[in-house]
């Protein structure tokens, strides 16, 4: 016979404990030895600072979109297993389909909270084995991809720089376009893409100032704040809209 | 290769492998505390809604992301997860005001900053709002802010774009055309946007090699 079974159990809460200190550990770790490798480098500590800084203001914003992931799916798997989930390799768009496809084999409904604990540990293990592949294959296939990337770099070093360019705009285009998909349900699919000019036009207005002005600092927020402003920007035009 | 560059592949590797068997020690451990083993049918149909997909796209990732990350950005983010939203956007931005080029040691120390940075706010956001969930859920919930965390995606892509593509306007066309246009024709590609990174990336690479060879760019 087990221990009583509930999703906020205070055991279930120290494993997302553990999980937790794990992450921050790992962090801190290449946080540090990158910051030091900089310094040896002979990278000025403003930059460095900069980086930490800039990095972390902009991360405040998408970090309340993956909280409330955890607040959604905390209403079906409790609190813990979701904040586990969002803390190592997680994400939203994946958590969410990998708990309704078990809840589905298992004829469950999604709108009730857990109560037996075989459900429950199956969810558990189809969300981990799911993502397994991201996180075992970094290691496997480092040696092969890095060693790729020098020597297109040492073959012809221009090439090299454009090649590692065109995969950020090859990434970038697929979100672009993303937010075109709903341009046909209407003008209240026109929502996304307004909101994207708003933040590039305010990002165009940071760069004027940094430019102009001489505005040097905020170039470490410029990207906080034309994706916060594109966010406000989105509350007061949807009530118009709809 | 430089001493720090060969200490980063062999940190990076006890990490991810600690990761690997913490991770797993997740549902080892609801389990065995709970003695409740689940049937491996359940399992099993569970893992076949999701497995076909999210093992293709975590193959491609790892492809698409290590040159971008460089090999402490990708060990580390490999762990903590939300790629695409977060991580890949922040090293790059941060690579960018830096002034400095990924696949360089530089690059490799500012992609590296960023990411654990990222990875330590995310997560210390996630203890806060864990810990006053009572106090914020409503206003999580709250549906003036629905439309807000909705588009986070383009309020955050538009940004960055306006910086990147303006500054490789030659290198962005091809791929930007290509996405607008499949949206435009299949809009329900939009839940599958993971998959389509990697065929921007091939778009953007094809042109570039087209573009370079004329010497356009």
């Given at each position: 016979m087990g221990m009583a079974f509930h999703v906020n159990s205070l055991f279930l809460y120290a494993l997302a404990i553990g999980v937790v200190l794990f992450v921050l550990t790992q962090s801190a770790f290449f946080l540090v030895r990158a910051y030091r490798r900089g310094k040896e480098l002979g990278m000025e500590t403003g930059k460095l600072k900069k980086t930490i800084v800039s990095t972390a203001v902009f991360t405040i914003a998408p970090a309340v979109s993956i909280l409330i992931g955890v607040?959604?799916?905390?209403?079906?798997l409790g609190i813990p297993l979701p904040w586990i989930r969002m803390s190592v390799i997680g994400a939203i768009t994946y958590e969410l389909p990998a708990?309704?496809?078990?809840?589905?084999?298992?004829?469950?409904?999604?709108?009730?909270t857990i109560s037996d604990p075989r459900t429950y540990s199956a969810i558990a293990w189809v969300m981990t084995l799911g993502i397994l592949p991201s996180i075992i294959l970094p290691p496997i296939l480092m040696k092969k991809i890095q060693g790729g990337m020098v020597k297109i770099k040492t073959k012809d070093g221009r090439w090299g720089d454009?090649?590692?360019?065109?995969?950020?705009?090859?990434?970038i285009s697929a979100f672009l376009g993303m937010v075109f998909a709903d341009v046909r349900r209407g003008i209240a699919g026109w929502v996304p893409i307004f909101v994207l000019l708003v933040s590039a036009a305010i990002m165009g207005v940071c760069g004027l100032l940094i430019k102009k002005c001489n505005m040097k600092w905020l170039e470490t927020y410029a990207l906080a704040v034309s994706m916060v402003g594109a966010m406000i920007f989105a509350v007061l035009i949807t009530p118009l809209i709809q | 290769m430089s001493q720090y560059m060969k200490d980063t592949d062999k940190y990076g590797k006890i990490w991810i492998w600690t990761a690997v068997v913490a991770v797993l020690m997740v549902p080892?451990?609801?389990?065995?505390?709970?003695?409740?083993?689940?049937?491996a049918g359940a399992v099993l149909k569970g893992l076949l809604g999701v497995a076909p997909i999210y093992w293709t796209v975590g193959v491609i990732e790892v492809i698409t992301y290590t040159p971008m990350l460089g090999t402490g950005g990708t060990y580390l983010a490999f762990v903590t997860g939300n790629l695409t939203s977060l991580k890949a956007p922040s090293a790059l931005n941060a690579m960018e005001n830096a002034d400095v080029k990924p696949g360089t040691e530089e690059g490799e120390v500012i992609s590296t900053l960023a990411i654990a940075t990222c990875s330590i706010v995310t997560t210390l956001v996630l203890v806060l709002g864990v810990c006053g969930l009572t106090?914020?859920?409503?206003?999580?919930?709250?549906?003036?802010l629905v439309p807000a965390f909705d588009n986070i995606l383009p309020a955050l892509f538009g940004g960055l774009a306006v910086v990147y593509v303006s500054k490789n306007w030659k290198l962005a066309i091809s791929p930007l055309i290509f996405m607008v246009l499949l949206f435009l024709a299949v809009p329900s590609l939009a839940g599958s946007v993971g998959?389509?990174?990697?065929?921007?990336?091939?778009i953007a690479l094809a042109a570039a090699r087209i573009m370079y060879k004329k010497g356009w760019v």
């Open positions: 607040v959604t799916l905390s209403k079906f708990a309704t496809s078990t809840a589905n084999a298992l004829g469950i409904s999604l709108s009730e454009l090649f590692l360019t065109s995969m950020f705009l090859g990434m | 080892v451990a609801v389990c065995l505390y709970y003695n409740a083993w689940p049937q106090l914020i859920a409503p206003i999580l919930n709250s549906p003036v998959v389509l990174v990697p065929v921007g990336v091939l």
